[in-house]
């Protein structure tokens, strides 16, 4: 089985969880909140500036953000599933 075989066949699987799941899980979850935590870690390193206001907005926009994410890897890997 080739790469592009294996990686078909995976996102076969994937899909036949759902859209919601996918967005939740990979978006909101592996993305947003991971880059809100990062995001917010590396500012109050960096900059100084105070992690008790920053997360907290971090962890309301970088989801949000997640969710945009999560709906564009699915529309891409879409089409590329049915080419």
Not at 19 to 46: D, P
Not at 47 to 57: A, E, H, N, S
Request: glycine share 8%; hydrophobic share 50%.
């Amino acid at each position: 089985m080739t790469r592009k075989e294996e990686q078909l066949a995976q996102w076969a699987i994937t899909r036949q969880k759902g859209k919601t799941r996918f967005i939740l899980l990979r978006g909101v979850l592996g993305w947003g909140l991971t880059t809100a935590i990062l995001y917010s870690l590396v500012m109050w390193l960096v900059l100084d500036t105070d992690i008790k206001m920053l997360l907290p907005i971090s962890l309301i926009i970088f989801p949000i953000g997640g969710v945009l994410w999560g709906r564009s890897m699915w529309h891409s890997h879409e089409r590329l599933f049915h080419k």
